[in-house]
């Protein structure tokens, strides 16, 4: 399934994935480092959600309490909290 997510205290704005059978699948990222963004997409993809949340949640980036990666973590916990309903 489809999903889009609005970040927070981010330079990304919006996170666009795809998660099924619990894999993450087409990470892009809206605004941010594109680079950066697009080799985490390349990274991630196939991986476990649970795996990439237990990585990238609580990354932080410079003097902020967030990041893009951390941003993705939460994206995916909601996705998966969707998904159990």
């Known amino acids: 399934m489809q999903y889009t997510y609005r970040t927070s205290g981010t330079c990304s704005r919006v996170i666009n994935f795809d998660v099924t059978d619990g894999k ?3 990470v892009s990222f809206i605004g ?6 697009k080799a985490i997409g390349k990274l991630v993809e ?3 959600a649970t795996e990439v ?3 990238l949640k609580g990354n932080t980036c410079g003097y902020k ?3 893009c990666g951390d941003q993705l973590a939460l994206a ?3 996705a998966l909290a969707q998904q159990a309903q």
């Open 24 to 26: 993450v699948h087409d």
């Open 32 to 37: 941010g480092c594109d680079g950066n963004l």
């Open 46 to 48: 196939g991986h476990d």
């Open 53 to 55: 949340i237990e990585l």
């Open 65 to 67: 309490n967030t990041s």
């Open 76 to 78: 995916l916990e909601a």
